[in-house]
């Protein structure tokens, strides 16, 4: 894609060119300096596109639900786009991504557009460029763009922020009614699926779900949220869900919904786009002048400690760009 | 400086799969496993695909190598067809190797359909990281 201008890789995304958006992303994995030059020219506007999430625990059968959900919505005839994260290893920097896997029926179908991507190290359940190849399945023109994080625990709730519609898959083992109360995750859905519920207990997990979710205080905008059991390797279910998402956005993007969301959405965008940068712009002023391993030879033989180490670096930092 | 930060997020990217009609996949795993472990990211396409089902895995993937494994004696009449895919579909810098249980007089008529590299049964992990760290675009 290099010899194109960065306004004919961006109108060539938007002409549904599968390789110009594959490479694109790859470029944002990357962090090239060109994609977002590129995204610069996708912007589009948040509400035309329905942007869902889905998450839960590693094998409560996220991939397999999203393959359900992707059927679902060709039938409709509308595109789907899908992003999927599986973790990197801490140590090698490697992965292993098998979400596709369970996907790959729709292989063959030029309205489905599936790329998976490694979280590289960021936390949230999300990879760090996931926001920005959201975008990029927004600018080729699909319907409905589906995120499916990491495998998530309690407390990964970044998908949340940046979706209209999240989805938090559970099975049967999900543990008790204290698990249910907990905060965090549990927090966030608008619909919460039992899948699996072929397994035993249930009545018990559903009842626990429900009981937990009527304890809280009603949702600000005044969803409540259902409980959808399934069984994702049976299509059972998935009429519901179906169901239920389109009475969410209806729900959503009635009053200012829509605008509520996208100022949320802006708002983690922005606060993530600014962290980086910082961190960019710190980091590549100190690069070569050793002062990273001063420092942290410093921290490990305990002469200082890291907050001041920090403070030290940013006062430098500050000094040198005011002189400047 | 710079170029190591780039190396940093320049991953390999490897796709996986099993070609044809073809249900042994415990190598192909394990093969994922080891790239794993190399620090590169692979994606596993399962059974049963065809040439075209991977190629366009490997086009929206935006991988850099394709990795077929075959212990069905079939890689005589899939590797022509997926090298022809590739073709159509303009992947002239994406590395194609091959592993499975290959008998080694059917590797050089595999080389001259366009396999870069054929990896049997046997293989040693070293080389086949070390192989594709070598012959990756970049």
Redesign the interface.
């Known amino acids: 894609m290099s010899e194109l201008s960065v306004e004919q890789w961006a109108q060539k995304v938007k002409e549904n060119d599968?390789?110009a958006a594959?490479?694109l992303?790859?470029a944002i994995?990357?962090?090239e300096k060109i994609a977002r030059d590129v995204l610069k020219n996708l912007f589009v506007p948040v509400g035309k596109t329905t942007v869902l999430g889905v998450t839960g625990s590693a094998g409560a059968g996220k991939s397999c639900l999203v393959s359900c959900l992707i059927s679902a919505f060709r039938k409709e005839g509308k595109t789907v786009g899908v992003i999927a994260v599986d973790p990197?290893?801490p140590f090698?920097?490697?992965?292993?991504?098998?979400d596709?896997?369970r996907m790959?029926v729709h292989?063959?179908d030029k309205g489905v557009?599936?790329?998976?991507m490694?979280s590289?190290g960021y936390l949230g359940g999300l990879a760090r460029g996931t926001v920005d190849a959201m975008r990029v399945m927004e600018a080729m023109g699909h319907d409905v763009v589906i995120v499916e994080t990491v495998g998530t625990g309690q407390d990964e709730i970044d998908v949340a922020r940046l979706v209209q519609t999240c989805i938090l898959v559970l099975t049967p083992t999900m543990g008790d009614d204290i698990q249910a109360m907990k905060a965090g995750i549990m927090e966030v859905a608008q619909i919460a699926i039992l899948n699996k519920a072929d397994m035993p207990g249930k009545e018990k997990a559903i009842l626990d779900l429900e009981v937990a979710l009527r304890m809280r205080p009603a949702a600000e905008d005044g969803w409540a949220v259902p409980v959808v059991p399934t069984v994702a390797t049976t299509k059972e279910g998935i009429d519901e869900v179906v169901s239920q998402i389109e009475k969410h956005q209806a729900h959503m993007r009635q009053g200012e919904g829509l605008k509520k969301f996208a100022f949320q959405k802006a708002e983690k965008e922005g606060s993530v786009l600014i962290k980086d940068e910082i961190e960019r712009v710190i980091f590549d002023h100190i690069?070569?002048t050793g002062l990273r391993r001063k420092y942290l030879d410093k921290i490990v033989t305990g002469e200082i400690d890291p907050y001041t180490a920090v403070e030290e670096v940013m006062s430098l930092f500050i000094k040198k760009t005011a002189k400047d | 400086?710079?170029k190591a930060k780039?190396d940093k997020?320049?991953?390999i990217?490897v796709l996986v799969s099993k070609v044809g009609l073809d249900g042994h996949d415990r190598g192909a795993k394990v093969i994922?496993?080891l790239?794993?472990?190399?620090?590169?990211?692979?994606?596993?396409?399962?059974m049963y695909?065809m040439p075209?089902?991977v190629v366009?895995?490997a086009?929206?993937?935006?991988v850099d190598v394709i990795g077929p494994s075959f212990l069905s004696g079939e890689h005589l009449v899939y590797t022509p067809l997926l090298v022809e895919e590739m073709k159509k579909?303009?992947l002239d810098d994406v590395l194609l190797i091959a592993g499975g249980v290959i008998p080694a007089e059917d590797i050089p008529t595999l080389k001259e359909m366009g396999v870069k590299e054929v990896f049997t049964a046997g293989s040693l992990t070293e080389p086949i990281i070390r192989y594709i760290r070598s012959n990756v675009r970049r």
Do not use: H, N, P, W
């Open positions: 599968r390789r594959a490479k992303i790859s994995e990357r962090k990197s290893s090698t920097g490697g992965a292993f991504l098998g596709r896997l790959q292989g063959r557009y599936i790329r998976s490694a590289r690069r070569g | 400086m710079r780039e997020d320049r991953k990217k994922c496993s790239l794993k472990e190399a620090g590169m990211e692979v994606v596993y396409l399962g695909q075209k089902d366009d895995a086009i929206d993937e935006d579909a303009g």
